[in-house]
């Protein structure tokens, strides 16, 4: 097999890796900070969606613009989820399971009802191809890595080395200890699910012009974030990136193999596989 | 008897028949009819199932509008009832099961993605319901399904004429590439597609599937360019998802000629794809509403459907209106809406209908005749809009005018 072929793939699976990362570091900072899973997490993806076809394909808005505004609006969401359901059920796992699996319905019913069940068409944000030898990538595809990758580097950025970012930390290690430190733990809390549904949001952004919109958008996404994270470790922001470009190597390596359709097989058989060897993850903390 | 006495019975009488040559006959009893439609109405297969409904719609309400459905000395209103099975044959069977023993419905008029005909006919061949479909797959028709009728041509009646007009027309093209989700229809149209290309000297390079519902053709699309066809056949992809297929082909340098064996609603094509990766794509099944190559009563429901939906039909919206059309015509012919009674008025001719004279055939490929056959017209995508170029006639259609 020619090596710009393999070359070929590997670039193919990347590029949606990192924002499938994107999604992936929301969840996984929202199930740090209030330990509770959010099945209705690819929803927010699906909201960040639709703000790009409204603003960029209806109302004619620049794509810049209008990245950052599904970024404040599906985060802006994220506040209003969080405030009136998911902080009264901080730390209770299942029942959080359970509500959000409900939202996720609501959301999703909600978008069939307002914007109809059929796939909506955002135009591409930047025409082009770039050529590099037989390797080939569209210009949308690159910026949609860069803008990725830069987005990822805030975030680390910010939870690294900012006073919130360090609160959120602290409320991810032992709530109770932060909270004695002067931690505002709502507030964290809300900022926290804010900042995972923007995320969300940015992805969805990022590949609306990319694919299309549509009320179901939000199940692939999701799926993928979950194989991330279970790949990666739960809570750690360089496992998901690791586990993303894991994700990604399988996928774009085994489509060439095995056909597209047992790309989604291959996905699953990593998890299962990392499950068995190492049920933290590849950098959870046990 | 004294003089002036008037006998009672006569007067009574007289306004008994009075009140009958005002009213005339009693008027017939008007009943519920309830039909069922199915179809995908959420998720990348949506559009089937929008136009299904829609086409079961126009011809429910042009009924009701004409007083009712006739049958016998009974009028009808016409009753639908849908459910969406979002391209799910489990959902299907669930869904055949409400409509057959909760809703007692003995008509489903309407069906689209192959693996859910299958679970639908589990439920409706045992308990003798109708039904009409435009689901794909050779094993959807059947003597061992004799209730079960396919109201727009398939792969079957569809890809040799194509492929044989692409021969004559454009020989330049001798390598073929074709891509189908890899469920029944999918698999089928494959196998339909490969079939007719070979045997027409083609040489096929890529012969692909994909999950239903996948978003980034890139993967596959690098294994199939890597081929270098002269023409990538996006046979049986639904239009949202042919419409990302040759849009990240474009993106990937594909410059090749395109087809859609299964090409229907080229809109949805155009506004996923884009203008330019959608030009050129040629379409055995899809059909232009506005063309002169269609039958005038086509071109009538297409300005209905459009002052009504906002939106211009594609070909399984004028076939759904179709089968209730002759569904309906059957039960009028039948003078009941028993289906054994229907079977057979819906079999013994061939009926006018929004196709023009409809025959329904194709014994020779399904081992019954049950498909219903019309001329293919050839389209091209032109401008991001359908322009039709040539009408052929399918294999079975030809065999049953000579």
């Given at each position: 097999?020619?090596?710009?072929?393999?070359?070929?793939?590997?670039?193919?699976?990347?590029?949606?890796?990192?924002?499938?990362?994107?999604?992936?570091?929301?969840?996984?900072?929202?199930?740090?900070?209030?330990?509770?899973?959010?099945?209705?997490?690819?929803?927010?993806?699906?909201?960040?969606?639709?703000?790009?076809?409204?603003?960029?394909?209806?109302?004619?808005?620049?794509?810049?613009?209008?990245?950052?505004?599904?970024?404040?609006?599906?985060?802006?969401?994220?506040?209003?989820?969080?405030?009136?359901?998911?902080?009264?059920?901080?730390?209770?796992?299942?029942?959080?399971?359970?509500?959000?699996?409900?939202?996720?319905?609501?959301?999703?019913?909600?978008?069939?009802?307002?914007?109809?069940?059929?796939?909506?068409?955002?135009?591409?944000?930047?025409?082009?191809?770039?050529?590099?030898?037989?390797?080939?990538?569209?210009?949308?595809?690159?910026?949609?890595?860069?803008?990725?990758?830069?987005?990822?580097?805030?975030?680390?950025?910010?939870?690294?080395?900012?006073?919130?970012?360090?609160?959120?930390?602290?409320?991810?290690?032992?709530?109770?200890?932060?909270?004695?430190?002067?931690?505002?733990?709502?507030?964290?809390?809300?900022?926290?699910?804010?900042?995972?549904?923007?995320?969300?949001?940015?992805?969805?952004?990022?590949?609306?012009?990319?694919?299309?919109?549509?009320?179901?958008?939000?199940?692939?996404?999701?799926?993928?974030?979950?194989?991330?994270?279970?790949?990666?470790?739960?809570?750690?922001?360089?496992?998901?990136?690791?586990?993303?470009?894991?994700?990604?190597?399988?996928?774009?390596?085994?489509?060439?193999?095995?056909?597209?359709?047992?790309?989604?097989?291959?996905g699953f058989l990593m998890v299962i596989a990392v499950l068995l060897v190492r049920p933290r993850g590849l950098f959870g903390v046990a | 008897m004294m003089k002036g006495q008037r006998h009672p019975g006569w007067g009574l009488m007289l306004a008994v028949v009075l009140l009958l040559g005002v009213a005339g006959p009693a008027p017939a009893a008007e009943k519920v009819l309830e039909i069922g439609v199915l179809g995908p109405l959420s998720g990348g297969a949506a559009s089937y199932g929008v136009e299904l409904v829609r086409g079961a719609e126009m011809r429910a309400d042009e009924i009701d509008k004409a007083g009712g459905l006739k049958v016998g000395g009974d009028v009808y209103k016409i009753k639908l009832i849908t459910y969406d099975h979002k391209a799910s044959a489990a959902d299907a069977a669930t869904a055949a099961n409400k409509l057959v023993f909760q809703d007692k419905v003995k008509y489903i008029i309407g069906n689209a993605v192959g693996a859910t005909c299958n679970a639908v006919q589990t439920v409706t061949e045992p308990q003798k319901v109708m039904f009409a479909f435009v689901c794909w797959g050779t094993k959807n028709l059947g003597p061992d399904k004799p209730y079960s009728f396919r109201s727009m041509l398939s792969q079957w009646e569809a890809a040799e004429p194509f492929y044989r007009w692409m021969k004559e027309k454009r020989p330049a093209i001798k390598k073929v590439a074709v891509i189908s989700p890899n469920d029944t229809s999918g698999l089928d149209t494959n196998t339909a597609v490969v079939k007719a290309a070979k045997g027409l000297g083609f040489d096929v390079v890529s012969e692909e599937t994909y999950e239903r519902g996948t978003k980034d053709f890139y993967p596959v699309l690098t294994k199939i360019l890597a081929q270098k066809p002269d023409l990538l056949d996006v046979a049986a992809a639904p239009p949202g998802e042919a419409g990302l297929i040759l849009k990240q082909a474009r993106e990937l340098g594909f410059k090749g000629a395109k087809g859609w064996t299964a090409g229907v609603n080229p809109a949805t094509l155009v506004s996923i794809a884009g203008v330019q990766a959608a030009e050129g794509v040629w379409s055995p099944v899809n059909i232009n509403v506005k063309s002169d190559f269609v039958d005038a009563k086509v071109r009538k429901f297409g300005e209905e459907y459009e002052k009504r939906y906002k939106e211009v039909p594609g070909v399984i919206a004028v076939a759904n209106y179709g089968a209730f059309d002759v569904f309906t015509k059957a039960m009028q012919e039948a003078g009941s809406i028993e289906t054994e009674k229907v079977l057979a008025a819906l079999t013994s001719r061939p009926y006018d209908t929004v196709w023009g004279k409809l025959v329904i055939g194709a014994k020779e490929t399904y081992g019954i005749d049950r498909q219903f056959l019309y001329p293919v017209v050839i389209s091209e995508i032109r401008g991001g809009k359908t322009v039709d170029i040539e009408q052929v006639l399918p294999a079975a259609l030809k065999a049953l005018q000579k």
């Open positions: 097999m020619p090596v710009e072929l393999l070359v070929q793939a590997l670039l193919n699976g990347f590029a949606l890796a990192l924002v499938y990362v994107l999604v992936a570091l929301g969840l996984t900072l929202i199930f740090s900070i209030l330990e509770i899973i959010n099945f209705a997490h690819g929803e927010f993806y699906m909201l960040g969606g639709y703000v790009t076809y409204f603003a960029f394909a209806v109302f004619g808005l620049s794509y810049v613009p209008t990245l950052l505004l599904a970024i404040v609006v599906v985060g802006l969401a994220g506040v209003v989820a969080e405030r009136m359901i998911f902080r009264h059920l901080r730390g209770k796992t299942l029942n959080a399971f359970i509500v959000s699996l409900g939202l996720l319905w609501v959301i999703q019913s909600g978008a069939q009802l307002s914007f109809g069940v059929l796939d909506k068409s955002v135009p591409s944000a930047f025409s082009g191809i770039l050529r590099a030898g037989g390797i080939i990538i569209s210009v949308e595809r690159f910026v949609v890595i860069l803008a990725a990758a830069g987005l990822i580097a805030v975030l680390y950025t910010f939870l690294q080395w900012s006073r919130l970012g360090r609160a959120m930390r602290a409320v991810a290690q032992d709530a109770d200890g932060a909270a004695l430190q002067g931690v505002n733990i709502e507030v964290i809390s809300m900022l926290g699910f804010a900042i995972g549904c923007a995320l969300a949001g940015a992805a969805g952004g990022l590949l609306a012009p990319v694919f299309a919109v549509s009320p179901a958008m939000g199940a692939l996404p999701v799926v993928k974030a979950f194989i991330i994270i279970i790949v990666g470790g739960m809570g750690s922001l360089p496992g998901a990136v690791l586990g993303g470009l894991l994700l990604g190597t399988v996928e774009g390596i085994g489509a060439l193999f095995f056909g597209s359709a047992a790309v989604n097989i291959l | -």
